[in-house]
C-alpha cells in the first residue's frame, strides 16, 4: 500500500462527509481499516474505501448498482460509481455502527438470517457479476500452498479442499440456481445507522454476485459444526432465514444436504488463512486455529458435515 494513499483517502472521506453536511462538525478522521486488500477511513458521518488493488472497476459499479436498489438489505452507496484514487477504485459509503464483538449474547443473528434471506430473493440483475466466495477460497489455500506446504498443519488443510469438488473449489459453476449472493457474510459485514432502533443492513459489496445461496450460509454452519458458535445462535440464525423465505435450504427438515460441501469449503479457507498467518508470523497455532485443522482432518472420514465441536462426537 503506498503511503501516500491514507492520507489521500481521508481527504475524501472528508470531502463526501462535507457533501452529505455542510455543517460537519468535523471531527478528526480515523482509520477503521488499513490492510493490503482495503484501506476504510471515517469522516463524521461519511466512510471512504479503497478496494483491493487489482479490482475491476467496472464490475464494482455493477455491484454498486445493485447496493444502491436494495436499500432495505444492503447499505446503498453515497456516489454510484468508484472514483480512482492512487490506482485504485474509491467507493463511498454512510457511516454505520457495526456489531459489538465484545457483545456476543446481542450479536443480530435473527436480522442476518431475515438480510440474507432478502437478498437472495430479490431478483437477480442480467448484468451482475459472479459471486466471489468459492474464488476466494481458492485463493486462500493457493497462498497457503504456495508460502507454506510444509508447514506440519498444511497437510490436512490442502487434503480436505482436494476432497471438495470443482464448483466448491471455484473450478466449475456450482449445481442448481444462481441468486443474488453476499459471497463473504460474516457478522463484521452488519452495520445500521446510529440513531437507536435503526434496522441492520449488509455492508461489503466486494463479493456480491450471482451464485449459490447457500455459500451465505456456510461460515456460520461451519462455525456451529466446529463448535465455534453456540447452538442456540446458529438455530436462531436459521430459524430466521427460512422464516423470510430463504431459498437455500428446504423450508424444514434437516439442511445439512445443502450445507455441507460450502461448510466444509469455509472451513478449509479459514483453517487455510489461520495456517499462513502463523506461519509467516513464526508462531505455534492457537486453540481455535487447531479446532480448524482438526476439523480439516476429520474432514476426511466422513460423507458429511454434522453439528457438534471440539470435545465432542463430531466429524468436523
Known amino acids: 500500500m503506498t503511503e ?29 481499516a488499513h490492510r493490503e486488500d482495503a484501506a476504510v477511513v471515517r469522516h463524521a458521518a461519511a466512510v471512504a474505501k479503497a478496494h483491493a488493488p487489482g479490482t475491476d472497476p467496472a464490475e464494482l459499479a455493477l455491484r454498486l448498482a445493485v447496493a444502491a436498489r ?8 453515497l456516489a454510484p460509481a468508484p472514483a480512482a484514487l492512487h490506482g485504485r ?64 498443519a498444511a497437510g490436512p ?30 457478522l463484521g459485514q452488519l452495520i445500521r445507522d446510529p440513531a437507536p432502533g435503526s434496522p441492520w443492513l449488509l455492508i461489503d459489496v466486494d463479493d456480491l454476485g450471482a451464485g449459490p445461496p447457500v455459500w451465505d450460509l456456510a461460515r456460520p454452519a461451519a462455525w456451529y459444526a466446529v463448535g465455534m458458535l453456540d447452538a442456540d445462535a446458529w438455530h436462531r440464525f436459521l430459524t430466521a432465514y427460512r422464516a423470510a423465505g430463504g431459498p437455500a435450504v428446504p423450508p424444514d427438515g434437516d439442511p445439512w444436504p445443502e450445507l455441507d460441501v460450502p461448510a466444509r469449503a469455509l472451513t478449509a479457507q479459514t483453517a487455510a488463512r489461520a495456517v499462513t498467518k502463523a506461519a509467516a508470523a513464526g ?13 480439516c482432518a476429520r474432514m476426511r472420514s466422513v460423507k458429511t458435515v454434522a453439528p457438534g465441536g471440539p470435545g465432542r462426537d463430531s466429524p468436523t
Not at 169 to 185: K, M, N, W, Y
Request: net charge negative; charged share 20%; aromatic share 6%.
Open 70 to 77: 436494495l436499500p432495505g438489505v444492503l447499505l446503498p452507496p
Open 4 to 32: 501516500d494513499l491514507l492520507p489521500a483517502l481521508t481527504a475524501r472521506a472528508t470531502e463526501a462527509a462535507h457533501a452529505r453536511d455542510p455543517a460537519c462538525c468535523c471531527a478528526a478522521a480515523a482509520t477503521l
Open 157 to 186: 488443510v490442502l487434503d480436505a479442499w482436494a476432497d471438495l469438488p470443482p464448483w466448491a473449489r471455484g473450478e466449475a459453476p456450482a449445481p442448481g440456481p444462481t441468486r443474488l449472493c453476499h459471497g463473504d457474510f460474516h
Open 283 to 295: 508462531r505455534p497455532l492457537d486453540e481455535v486455529e487447531e479446532w480448524l485443522v482438526d476439523a
Open 89 to 152: 477504485p474509491v467507493t463511498y459509503w454512510p457511516y454505520g455502527t457495526p456489531v459489538d464483538p465484545d457483545d456476543p449474547d446481542a450479536a443480530p443473528w435473527e436480522a442476518a438470517g431475515a438480510l440474507l434471506a432478502g437478498l437472495h430473493r430479490a431478483p437477480l440483475p442480467e448484468t451482475v457479476p459472479p459471486m466471489r466466495g468459492p474464488e476466494k477460497a481458492a485463493r486462500a489455500v493457493a497462498l497457503l500452498s504456495d508460502t507454506a506446504p510444509r508447514h506440519p
